[in-house]
């Protein structure tokens, strides 16, 4: 799979052009994101890495429609949604999914795993969309299998379960609608280092099975470069190199990327 | 300790609606009958707590007056969490100016003195229980208001509602299933202090004969009535002071008791 920003002649799944994300105003303005130009393909596995504060989060809100950039232009699939009213996103909220870096705060601890899991199912602009899976209870059994839960956790809650646990309950929800695009945020930074693994390798095999582009956030680089082919490397709010992993992390071109790669600990051989 | 502070204040409160269910069915005597000739009895078999200056049953009119306490409670609490919780709800929910113009605006309220309000109402109604549990229950909005703004926007912060917006969950199911269900305990242990607040303020009130008139028993209308013998009959003032003393601390503990027992962070410590 090839990666060419600027490729044109075939257009990706996100186009984002130019956009800058500016908080607070006069002595205290800020830039988050700042003039951030990338083009994410069908069936990608876009790593964003960086480390925080530097603007990984503040984008990929932006990706979902969560934030809206101050300026620049970011295209789902050809279609401008920066300055759509929610409203009308649908066609991205059914498309688009999110998984959150901590499971104990992205489920909510007073519903059972039945209605977290098909939230999505239920929400007001995903009703009647025919790309939406339909019949809940059993979308809802298909995507615990899927994520390797067993039926019986629909009835319970939350906190009844292992942090890895929590974080396949999460990506079930974000499964549940059927969903092109997957964003994880850190998904596995809370978890304990022996899960981790378990839940990448999860993530794997679902973007892989279901053929989902995955736009996967990470200070991580070693987990980065075990699931993604294009990474790109963001300090203060800009992307500072984009490339096919292999070849960033072969041969990183900019400074910060260099130090970001030295700094990685390894075991004295 | 924690249990002992909410099985204290459960054990208080029951003690009040225990008195006040009974006194619907049975009262020692009537507690609005006077008898000029069995006036200033001290305790004994036949008057458990004595008489008061009109010959009135002191245990019977105790008895009664809970009725009237709960009643002002509940209404009062009623009204201020009815309003009060969507209001910060709502603010919470939509942010932006509108909600800090509501929020000033519930300042202003909190800023307002209850009594003055009372004393209005009072005025323009004629001092009547309805008058005191408007005035008492406007007078408590504010703070339901900020209790539950203050829930709604740690809520709306969450990652579980981004994930509810990301798939486009509206605003009203975001609040039904995400943010009531999470506020709900912290309303819950408001309610109890605030009617702890209540109770006290109709006392207060009943004392300025700004709320119940006679000859509806309430305490502090026997507080009133028993300033007259102060200093010959002491114990007249002791015992609808301690039925109040009984009632506040009882709810204010059931209210602590319960904040400990919902805490999220003592919970998440204890486990």
Redesign the interface.
Known sequence: MTSIPSDRAEPGVYEVRDVTRIFGHGDRRVEGVAGVSLTVHSGERYGVVGESGSGKSTLIRMLAALDRPSSGRIEFQGRSIGELPDARLGFLRSAVQLVFQDPRSSLNPRMKVADIVTEPLRSRLLRGRTDVPTDRSRRLAEVLDAVGLPASAARRYPHEFSGGQRQRIAIARALAPNPQVLIADEPVSALDVSVRAQVLNLLNDLVRDAQLTLIFVSHDLTVVRHICDTVAVMQAGRIVESGPTAQVYARPQADYTRRLLASIPTLPS | MRRVTLLAGVALVSVVVLLALVSFVWTPYDPVRVDPSARLLGPSAAHWLGTDGFGIDIASRIMVAAQTCLLVGVIAVGIAALVGVPIGIGSGLLGGWFSEVVMRVTDVLYAFPALLLAILLAAAFGASTWTAMIAIGIATIPAFARVARAGTVQVMA???V?????????RA?IAG??IL??VAPVVGVQASVAFGIAILAEAALSYLGLATPPPTPTWGRMLRDAQTYLFTEPSLALWPGLAIAVAVLGFNLLGDGLRDLLD?KLREQAR
């Open positions: 969450s990652d579980y981004l994930a509810a917006r990301s798939c486009g969950t509206g199911a299933r995400h269900p999470n999220p």
